[in-house]
């Protein structure tokens, strides 16, 4: 089964950067999608970035321009470059997998899940 596991959170000022990383312990299918999603307190989780095993990706409009997601193949680590980060960006994250090209954003879409990481942002 596979297993992520989703680090790099922490608290940053307004304008900041971090970046997140999701390891996976291994990929048993060879087209994959992994998505960034985030959860604030009381709102819903909310898929922000997504790749493909094949490269191609995906961002919501709230980050479009700030967000950077890439994957390191050998390392079956995808990263999150969080740049220019903002007050709303505060939230847990968490890293998702699905064994499929086609990049869903919907949260019950995907089967694995990393615990989340924590990222504040302060004004």
């Known amino acids: 089964e596979v297993q992520l596991q989703a680090s790099g959170g922490g608290l940053v000022q307004l304008g900041g950067s971090l970046r997140l990383s999701c390891v996976a312990s291994e990929f048993p299918f060879d087209d994959w999608t992994i998505g960034w999603f985030r959860q604030a307190p009381g709102k819903e989780r909310e898929g922000v970035s997504f790749v493909t095993s094949d490269d191609f990706t995906e961002y919501s409009d709230s980050v479009q321009g700030r967000f950077t997601i890439s994957s390191d193949h050998a390392k079956n680590t995808v990263y999150l470059q969080m740049n220019n980060l903002r007050p709303a960006d505060t939230a847990v994250y968490y890293c998702?997998?699905?064994?499929?090209?086609?990049?869903?954003?919907?949260?019950?879409?995907?089967?694995?899940w990393g615990q989340g990481t924590l990222v504040t942002v302060s004004s």
């Open positions: 998702a997998a699905r064994s499929s090209l086609t990049i869903a954003t919907a949260p019950h879409k995907y089967g694995y």
